[in-house]
């Protein structure tokens, strides 16, 4: 039997040191059919010239004229994708060579499953191991989405132990349906969108320790002042709950699940923009009662929060 076309995009922007070495971990998985499709951001880095090198007959090249938020050029690069699943990886970042055929091997013997994931590893810009992260559990297993995504946005430390955008595999059709990847201001957690939003009350998600996902950490990362990325995580933290209400489907009636969620988004906010909440005065417990409000189907009265601080 034919094995499932698997569409990798990988969007990239003047990094062809790193492309090089995630464009290897794609060629050296031990599956046979797989869609490489890199999008070129408009990069000055010489990755245009360099790329024809590095690639087979079956990789699609994207070159955009100028650069466009991270989240277009995403999305842009899916609607040349063809494969039955896709995943988005980043031109700094690695994946173990098994990856791809345990994600696939897990997502064709349950259609419930909807969301796949590895153990991340975090790396430097000279591929030397910085943390290895304990693993969810000691074994592969899927887990139904409301109970597995309650823990997760519970938890005060899964989030260091898993990747929810770069390297998360799905389904590709649902990843369509779900909106994909949308832009927010200061690309402000638009990868849950997706995560969430293909789950349901019905479907699964998947976890391999033995999958890894290799997270680089570099100085060619893009830094902000302060002041100015605060300001654009805080509003693309509005916009975040705008696209994740549509999204939530019938998990919305899950106070639990939203009640994880909020806080979770809230805290990571709070965690990344110490300066600009102080200055502003921001209150976290009135932003929760306002995304509970504006997420709650029966407008119920929000839980009482704890642990909300931003220090």
Same mark, same amino acid.
């Given at each position: ?5 698997v569409s ?13 070495q995630?464009?290897r971990?794609?060629s050296?998985?031990?599956?046979a059919?797989i869609?490489l499709i ?10 245009k ?6 690639i087979?007959?079956k990789?699609?090249?994207i070159?955009?004229p100028f ?7 995403v ?13 988005i990886?980043?031109d700094?970042?690695?994946i173990s ?11 064709? %013997?349950?259609e419930k499953?909807?969301v796949?994931l590895?153990?991340?590893i975090?790396i430097?810009?000279?591929t030397?191991?910085l943390?290895r992260?304990?693993?969810l559990?000691?074994?592969? &297993?899927?887990?139904?989405s409301?109970?597995?995504?309650t823990?997760?946005?519970?938890? #005060?430390?899964a989030h260091n #132990?898993?990747n929810t955008i770069?390297s998360?595999?799905?389904?590709r059709?649902e ?8 832009p927010l201001?200061?690309s ?5 969108i997706?995560f969430v939003?293909?789950?349901?009350t019905? %479907?699964k ?5 033995d999958a ?5 950490? &570099? ?5 902000q #002042? ?5 300001r654009q995580?805080?509003?693309g933290m509005f916009?975040?709950f705008?696209?994740l ?5 019938d998990?919305s009636?899950?106070?639990?699940l ?5 806080k979770y ?5 709070l965690?990344? %923009?110490h300066e600009?909440?102080k200055d502003?005065a ?5 932003l929760?009662?306002?995304f ?12 009482n929060p704890?642990?909300l %601080?931003?220090?």
């Open positions: 039997m034919a094995l499932p076309l990798i995009i990988i969007p990239t922007l003047n990094r062809i040191e790193l492309l090089i995630t464009i971990s794609v050296l998985q031990n599956y059919n869609e890199i999008s070129d951001n408009a990069s000055r880095d010489g990755t010239n360099a790329i024809p090198h590095l087979d007959a990789t699609k090249i070159r955009r650069t466009l938020p991270l989240e277009v050029n999305m842009e690069a899916a609607k040349e994708a063809r494969g039955k699943y896709i995943m990886l980043s700094d970042d690695l060579s098994d990856y791809v055929s345990t994600m696939v091997g897990a997502f064709e %013997s349950d499953i909807q796949g590895g153990r991340r975090l430097d810009g000279n030397n191991i943390y992260s304990d693993p559990s000691d074994s592969s &297993h899927s887990e139904f409301e109970k597995w995504m823990q997760y946005f519970q938890s #005060q430390n #132990q898993i770069f998360t595999f799905y389904r059709s990843w369509i349906n779900s909106g994909g990847q949308p201001s200061g402000f957690f638009a990868d849950t997706p939003g293909v789950s349901s019905r %479907s998600v998947f976890y391999s320790p890894l996902f290799l997270y680089r950490v &570099h100085q060619k990362q893009e830094i #002042q302060p002041s100015l990325a605060g995580k805080f509003l916009q975040f705008q696209h209400k549509p999204a939530m489907g998990l009636y899950s106070d639990g939203r009640a994880a969620i909020i988004i809230i805290s990571m906010f965690g990344s %923009s600009f909440t502003e921001i209150n976290p417990y009135v929760y009662d306002t509970w409000d504006y997420l709650s189907p029966n407008r119920t009265s929000s839980p704890t642990g %601080s931003d220090k």
